[in-house]
């Protein structure tokens, strides 16, 4: 009888570790972000995970979110040095490598998210984006997605109309130099946090408020922890979806065509998630109890421009791109 059972054990474990293998076998896609699970961001790349499995068996998609692979800002890095295939990444990720690219994190550059298509899409300043990225970051940008258009929340209820009418908030923003400066250009005082432990920090008041996408505000439920959003619509925020050169080249032809398809598909199904989000969003949170306000925006416009414009940022910046970004 023992005989009998170990032989049959056998048996059943060979098709299991051949299983195994089939599995070691495959390129494996890991993807590191922030995102919480009910963005559109974490639906996109569910959505990427189920289109590129489908079209190419040889491929096997990890999705992470809440920052549970990488902390947030250090996907870069971490791409780079091989533990990390694919990353969503921002301007200001990229602009902690090459300084001139700040001025893709200005305050009031995008007009909206067709615009923001343009510029990072096929356009010659798109291109030369894509084109440096690649070059001197060792990642390949395979597509961008409208993540929102930013906004400022606050914890406690104020009457907000200027810039002026910020002074002395703390106001929570990622963790980096560009990042920073479009808090104090914005009026507030910045506070570096990352996003995973944003409810935390405001629910304890470590912070006043931040500034964040509709869409995010909804998803990390930071309503239950915040009493106004003031519409400032101070920055249209791309996400770019990359993935690191050497994993990227070691792909087959047929590979990159399946990866290049899913990544078109979810940025078009984030970016009309995002979309409709946000026109329904500002009444969602009014239902929640939230004071929604509309500043003078000519009066943050003007200001926060000036403030990018006079800045140190602003000399590194390449001749004449503003008026090409403006013209798309
Ligand atoms: C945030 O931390 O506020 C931010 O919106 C910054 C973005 O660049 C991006 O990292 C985003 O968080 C995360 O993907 C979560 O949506």
Redesign the pocket.
């Known amino acids: 009888r023992r005989t009998l059972l170990a032989a049959s054990g056998a048996a059943l474990a060979a098709p299991a570790l051949s299983r195994v293998s089939f599995a070691q076998d495959k390129k494996v896609i890991r993807i590191s972000?922030?995102?919480a699970n009910a963005?559109w961001?974490a639906k996109g790349l569910m959505k990427f995970k189920e289109l590129v499995e489908a079209a190419a068996p040889s491929l096997e998609v990890q999705v992470h979110l809440n920052a549970t692979l990488f902390d947030?800002g250090t996907e870069i890095a971490a791409m780079q040095r091989g533990n990390l295939e694919v990353g969503?990444i921002?301007p200001?990720d990229v602009a902690s490598y090459i300084p001139e690219y700040s001025v893709f994190t200005a305050g009031y550059l995008l007009r909206d998210a067709a615009h923001m298509h343009k510029v990072f899409g096929d356009s010659d300043v798109g291109k030369e984006y894509r084109g440096r990225v690649s070059k001197e970051m060792d990642v390949t940008i395979l597509g961008s997605q409208y993540?929102g258009t930013r906004h400022v929340i606050l914890r406690k209820a104020k009457d907000v109309k200027t810039p002026a009418d910020l002074a002395g908030l703390k106001l929570r923003v990622?963790g980096s130099d560009t990042w920073q400066f479009l808090g104090s250009a914005l009026g507030a005082n910045p506070t570096p946090i990352a996003?995973d432990e944003v409810y935390l920090a405001l629910s304890t008041g470590t912070v006043d408020g931040?500034e964040?996408?509709i869409g995010?505000m909804l998803a990390a439920k930071f309503y239950e922890v915040s009493e106004q959003l003031v519409l400032t619509a101070h920055m249209v925020?791309p996400?770019f979806f990359a993935m690191s050169n050497s994993f990227w080249d070691g792909l087959t032809d047929e590979e990159k065509k399946a990866v290049s398809d899913a990544v078109a598909a979810q940025s078009t199904l984030v970016d009309e998630g995002t979309l409709a989000t946000e026109a329904e969003g500002t009444s969602l949170l009014e239902s929640n109890g939230l004071k929604v306000t509309t500043p003078d925006l000519e009066a943050f416009r003007k200001h926060v421009q000036g403030v990018y414009l006079e800045s140190d940022y602003a000399k590194e910046w390449p001749a004449g791109l503003i008026d090409r970004i403006n013209a798309l």
């Open positions: 972000t922030p995102a963005e961001q947030q969503m921002s200001q993540l990622p996003f931040l964040n996408p995010d925020a996400l």
